[in-house]
């Protein structure tokens, strides 16, 4: 990704209002105070002037005992040049009691360098108008709610983070930081947004396309002991073959009925959890600095795959990138 060559400072607004996610907004602030440190540390100035915005300025209460001071009222004018809209637990309580921001949303949503909705922010996007037609994302728990509400949206329920344009939506709570990432890596390099994530301890960027459910998260999920229990015992033994027959023996029944309750259990067929805990597998692997020369064939062995040309195409299909250039994006520097 090139970086855009901008030599002013890049204005970004959070938008918040009471009951919002603390974490959402701490997140991406988070992101941009430790670019602005790293830039300084390179004797260059700061890139990002970052202020908390609301329908009206003062002390606004998040979800949490925190609260943050809005410094500054949406409005038409003296707009940022970017705008990060927070994600709230009660959603449909705060579209009723904010109708404010849906009318700033649809004001201003083409006026904007970026407008991004982070979880159940996208909410506000998307009773504005401005997602129709187009793909968005938001918290997994409300995905179906957004589907069903707004059906000129194209909801992903599985990714990270979508961009469309000049718009963004994101996953819940810490898919706000892969988001506030991808900013700073647009703006100010990939070096830079390597230094940022390393300094926070969290992977350095996951692409957009990656899933935002974990196999590890689904098996703890199933109420089936017997299930369960065949889950984790698939996550220890990706490097085996794993056909459903024999996975049906162990759990002591017919392939049709192992099959119909594992779907009934999970939420997806047994090969799309097995295939997706052996993506989530080799992706460990090749963020790891431990594995960092371990040739890409190596590490599909390692994970069960047929052959690296299989997982290459399974990376394809998942994460909309090759192992190679997920390996390259996400390795933390030694």
């Known amino acids: 990704m090139k970086p855009e060559k901008n030599a002013t400072p890049r204005t970004v607004d959070i938008v918040i209002y009471p009951g919002f996610k603390s974490l959402e907004a701490i997140g ?55 705008a990060i809209i927070v994600g709230s637990r009660r959603i449909n309580e705060a579209l009723i009691a904010h109708p404010e921001i849906i009318d700033w949303v649809e004001a201003v949503s083409k006026k904007i360098n970026r407008l991004a909705a982070l979880c159940s922010g996208t909410f506000f996007l998307a009773q504005a108008g401005v997602l129709d037609g187009k793909k968005a994302t938001t918290h997994w728990s409300v995905a179906d709610q957004l589907e069903q509400d707004f059906p000129a949206i194209q909801v992903d329920a599985d ?5 469309n344009g000049n718009l963004w939506t994101s996953a819940g ?59 984790e015992w698939i996550l220890v033994n990706l490097h085996q073959r794993l ?14 009925n192992f099959s119909r309750l594992f779907h009934q259990e999970v939420g997806v067929s047994t090969l799309e959890f097995i295939e997706a805990a052996r993506v989530e597998f080799a ?21 069960g795959f047929s052959s690296d040309d299989q997982m290459r195409r399974i990376f394809q299909k998942r994460l909309s990138c090759s192992p190679g250039d997920y390996r390259a994006r996400l390795c933390v520097p030694e």
């Not at 988070?30 to 202020?51: C, M, T």
């Not at 692997?285 to 590490?299: E, G, Q």
């Open 159 to 163: 990714a990270i983070f979508i961009r």
């Open 28 to 82: 991406p602030m988070s992101v941009f105070e430790y670019a602005n440190i790293h830039l300084q540390r390179q004797g260059k100035p700061s890139f990002y002037d970052v202020k908390i915005a609301s329908v009206h300025p003062g002390m606004i209460r998040s979800d949490t005992l925190m609260s943050l001071e809005a410094t500054k009222a949406i409005g038409p004018l003296a707009l940022p040049d970017d």
């Open 283 to 303: 992706c460990q692997l090749l963020a790891s600095n431990a594995d960092a020369k371990v040739p890409v064939k190596t590490i599909a062995r390692r994970c």
């Open 173 to 231: 709570v810490t898919a706000g930081i892969d988001l506030a990432l991808a900013f700073v890596e647009t703006d100010c390099g990939h070096a830079l947004a390597l230094e940022v994530a390393s300094d926070m301890v969290v992977y350095l960027k996951r692409p957009g396309g990656q899933s935002q459910f974990s196999t590890h998260l689904l098996s703890q999920k199933t109420a089936q002991t017997n299930i369960r229990e065949l889950q």
């Open 243 to 256: 056909p459903v027959s024999q996975l049906a023996n162990m759990a002591g029944m017919s392939l049709r």
